[in-house]
């Protein structure tokens, strides 16, 4: 059990928008920065937006983040199948003085 | 280019150790945290470790707490998780990446390598 929840799946046609929420606590979410990141199995992931909602370098605008109290969410727009990916949220956890990851999401573009 | 390599997977039985070693080339990595994260077999990415640039703080997961020990040589540019009575359950992909920002308001993790395999098995 993730200390951080998110959606197991979402899915939505391309072109479309699609949002990913990550649900925490006062104690990571509500007190800290978010960040988001990408995963294809058998590869590195891949950093989306940090501090809630900066995108690095290289990271198109199609990818949006936001953050409201202790929840967080990921935007992506003019979906892409090439955007199937697994997609995690983390945060540094006061409690638990450790980094904390969401459960994942698994993007489907159908 | 800046990079990231993990090597040191292999098969362990339970109760076993092995060394995971993480070289980064292309930064200058002595003023970067650094940290620990694995994948294990159909789930999600679980956070293990942090260490500081200078060795100080050390974070570890729970699950970990105990067994792993993290450490660094900035002399060689690398990163190391020694990891003790491996259990089944750390059957894993294990991944090291750079940390940035500052830790305890969210630091966000920029570089990743591609990933060690460890399977823990009699």
């Known amino acids: 059990q993730s200390v951080l929840t998110q959606p197991p799946s979402v899915s939505a046609a391309p072109g479309q928008k699609v949002t990913i929420s990550c649900s925490g606590s006062?104690?990571?979410?509500?007190?800290?920065?978010v960040s988001w990141y990408r995963h294809l199995p058998g590869t590195a992931p891949k950093l989306l937006i940090y501090?809630?909602?900066n995108r690095p370098s290289g990271i198109p605008d199609r990818f949006s983040g936001s953050k409201s109290g202790t929840s967080a969410t990921l935007g992506i727009t003019g979906l892409q199948t090439g955007d199937e990916a697994d997609y995690y949220c983390?945060?540094?956890?006061?409690?638990?003085?450790?980094?904390?990851f969401g459960g994942g999401t698994k993007l489907t573009v159908l | 280019e800046v990079r990231l390599v993990e090597s040191g997977g292999g098969m362990v039985q339970p109760g076993g150790s092995l060394r995971l070693s993480c070289v980064g080339s292309?930064?200058?990595?002595?003023?970067?945290?650094m940290i620990w994260v694995r994948q294990a077999p159909g789930k999600g990415l679980e956070w293990l470790s942090y260490?500081?640039?200078?060795?100080?703080?050390?974070h570890y997961a729970d699950s970990v707490k105990g067994r792993f020990t993290i450490s660094r040589d900035n002399a060689k540019n690398s990163l190391y998780l020694q990891m003790n009575n491996l259990r089944v359950e750390d059957t894993a992909v294990y991944f090291c990446?750079?940390?940035?920002?500052?830790?305890?308001?969210?630091?966000?993790?920029?570089?990743w390598g591609q990933g060690t395999m460890v399977t823990v098995s009699s």
């Open positions: 983390g945060t540094w956890d006061s409690s638990l003085s450790a980094g904390v």
């Open positions: 990446a750079r940390d940035m920002g500052y830790l305890v308001l969210g630091s966000y993790k920029d570089i």
């Open positions: 006062s104690s990571n979410i509500g007190n800290h920065f």
């Open positions: 501090e809630n909602n």
């Open positions: 292309g930064f200058t990595f002595r003023p970067f945290g």
């Open positions: 260490i500081d640039g200078s060795n100080n703080p050390i």
